[in-house]
């Protein structure tokens, strides 16, 4: 029997689904329960995440493998590679995020269900996932040529600083998007064995996109983050948040088609075109979301940030389509 000073002890985490995750996802409903505290940790009950995360990498590899015009069975691997590592990171990330966040979110209505701040985990069992998740991955990346090694080490600077930005700035967006388009210059590196402009144009394209969706997600938590004095660019730009998606997404097009054009082999005027055509039909989907946009519909602002899966996707279609026709 407990004392009148003592807490009583709880026979393993606590199992309480993440306010925000996808109803019915597969963590909360087969993963065994030891397990989930640390599969939320990673945001695996929430994918769209790593989908943001991965789909610079494809971008990247793919626009390297049109440029030289080479396809060799090595990309199969990095392609593969990428998303492992994009899982991986990701998790790792949020990890940290959640660590460093742990006397936040439980003050955010959003946030107050995850993980640590609920009771499942400790900090130091957290830790000790985030670092086991950066091992496995950085396993994976020593299998990529030496320039992309370094950059894959060099992201991890970005990563530990984002989770920061949003005390001391109001574009901790721009941070997200440093850390989260990463993938766009390795994959370029792994497959060509050097950093080409191409690629440096295509990541910011990346980081643009990332003001673009993060801004929306953020739109989320505005009254808490008040409250709390956390900063973000939905804070920042209030009730003039469609004029600078507006903006937000013009640079993503803009820049990509730049990438695009500088990277596109000398007469190839049908790979192009295509390469072009996925810039502009990504260009098309996050019109489409603004047109939707209600920032202070929850629902909605959740909705249409993972819709960003199926955006970033259509320039990854295009240019696997200029690749092989």
């Known amino acids: 029997m407990a004392g009148p000073n003592t807490t009583p002890e709880v026979d393993g985490p606590v199992d309480k689904p993440v306010a925000d995750a996808v109803r019915g996802n597969w963590v909360d409903r087969y993963a065994p329960a030891v397990a989930r505290p640390y599969l939320r940790l990673s945001r695996a009950d929430r994918p769209i995440g790593t989908w943001l995360l991965l789909l610079p990498c494809w971008w990247g590899l793919l626009l390297a493998m049109i440029a030289d015009g080479q396809a060799r069975l090595f990309d199969l691997w990095i392609f593969v590679g990428c998303a492992i590592g994009a899982v991986l990171m990701r998790g790792a990330g949020c990890t940290w995020n959640d660590i460093t966040d742990r006397d936040f979110d439980g003050s955010v209505a959003r946030t ?46 970005p990563v530990a600083i ?36 191409p690629a440096v144009v295509l990541y910011l394209s990346g980081i643009a996109w990332t003001l673009f969706y993060d801004t929306i997600y953020a739109h989320q938590d505005t009254e808490d983050d008040a409250l709390i004095g956390i900063r973000s660019t939905a804070r920042l730009f209030g009730e003039d948040s469609p004029k600078w998606l507006a903006r937000f997404l013009v640079l993503t097009v803009g820049l990509m088609g730049a990438a695009i054009i500088m990277a596109a082999p000398p007469g190839q005027i049908q790979d192009l075109v295509l390469m072009l055509a996925g810039a502009w039909a990504m260009g098309w989907h996050l019109m489409w979301q603004l047109r939707r946009l209600k920032i202070d519909d929850s629902e909605r602002l959740l909705s249409l940030f993972r819709s960003n899966r199926d955006a970033g996707l259509l320039p990854v279609l295009l240019f696997a389509a200029a690749l092989v026709v």
Do not use: D, E
């Open 162 to 197: 984002y989770p920061f930005a949003k005390r001391f700035t109001w574009w901790p967006q721009v941070f997200l998007g440093i850390a989260f388009n990463w993938g766009a210059l390795l994959a370029w590196t792994a497959h060509t064995g050097t950093l080409g402009w």
């Open 112 to 157: 107050a269900s995850r993980p640590i701040p609920s009771g499942q985990v400790s900090v130091k069992q957290a830790l000790a996932w985030a670092v086991a998740q950066c091992l496995v991955s950085f396993a994976i990346l020593l299998t990529f040529p030496p320039m992309a090694i370094a950059l894959g080490v060099l992201s991890l600077l």
